[in-house]
């Protein structure tokens, strides 16, 4: 597995771990900066989750067929015949949670080209681990028989806020859960709109950036100025998250989700969607921001650099691993 970007988002922003850890001068805004990414990429380690979102991507050495040698002898010689069984394998994507995916490839056996899987022909299940199959009545192509024949481009990661915990202080604050906008497929022109609480917006550019679907947000009726915060892109390699704020985060509802509706050019395969994504659990933001205090109170007194990870921080990260996100 391969990181495609960095983390377009990290869990703790600076001004809560240096609340956490009590510091309260700004001189060392970039020694607690890196301790954030250290301890961000450690907690996902020993969590074998993916806590800051990114696009990553995966490869495997074919698809898997349940159906076994023989129906894939059989595939291998012609058409697919329509008594082959449908129930076929299903491929697991780990380092959870899967936000969504962006590009199934793989090598065509006969040509050597690089061909795509419709998003229409895939089922996704978001959950721990990721998994994807195809719809009923189709069948995973075959791949030519060589290292990394198939690949999957994904988004994992959790949204931009934190669950709900009964509080209103601007640094804990967990609102609605963010969106993300992205893109499956390579396109090369076309338009999409975003339709959220019945107002849609006007037309924007396949490779729309950020602050480009920000303006158009905030300009619906249903979302209004500063009330939709958009980062990360831009389209269509990035995705871009959509984060509530002012009115639309005063509470603790799930805001409507955003409706894509794209008319993409230059591949027959692209498509756009939102999604939800599962908001960031409080354990992991404590296991982050105890590493970050730990590390940083201890920085001096050790005499190589290392992180310093207390029974506290490793507590969190178990809760993560077992499922305890409160």
Do not use: H
């Amino acid at each position: 597995m391969v990181d495609v970007t960095p983390p377009l988002a990290f869990p703790v922003t600076i001004a809560q771990a240096k609340q956490f850890a009590r510091i309260e001068f700004s001189d060392d805004d970039w020694i607690v900066a890196g301790l954030i990414a250290a301890a961000t990429d450690y907690v996902e380690t020993a969590s074998a989750r993916t806590i800051a979102a990114r696009v990553r991507q995966v490869f495997f050495q074919g698809f898997l067929t349940s159906g076994g040698y023989y129906n894939r002898f059989i595939r291998s010689i012609g058409p697919n015949p329509w008594w082959l069984p449908t129930a076929q394998g299903i491929m697991q994507v780990r380092q959870p949670p899967l936000q969504g995916l962006m590009n199934i490839q793989y090598v065509d056996p006969s040509s050597g080209n690089l061909l795509e899987i419709y998003s229409n022909q895939i089922i996704v299940s978001t959950g721990t681990p990721g998994r994807v199959m195809p719809q009923y009545s189709a069948v995973w192509p075959l791949a030519r028989p060589q290292i990394d024949a198939v690949s999957f481009t994904f988004v994992a990661g959790y949204g931009l806020t934190p669950w709900y915990a009964g509080t209103t202080n601007s640094a804990y604050y967990g609102g609605p859960p963010s969106q993300t906008i992205m893109t499956y497929g390579q396109p090369t022109g076309g338009t999409f709109t975003l339709t959220f609480s019945g107002f849609t917006t006007t037309s924007l550019a396949y490779n729309s950036t950020a602050a480009q679907v920000q303006t158009a947000l905030q300009a619906l009726s249903s979302v209004g100025a500063g009330n939709a915060l958009c980062s990360g892109g831009p389209l269509p390699s990035v995705p871009i998250f959509v984060q509530w704020s002012s009115s639309l985060a005063n509470g603790i509802s799930y805001q409507p989700a955003i409706t894509v509706t794209p008319s993409l050019t230059g591949d027959p395969a692209a498509t756009m969607y939102a999604v939800q994504p599962p908001a960031i659990p409080w354990t992991a933001m404590l296991a982050i921001m105890q590493v970050v205090a730990d590390s940083y109170e201890n920085r001096e007194a050790s005499m190589d650099v290392r992180l310093v990870v207390t029974p506290t921080a490793e507590r969190a990260i178990m809760s993560i691993q077992w499922g305890s996100y409160v």
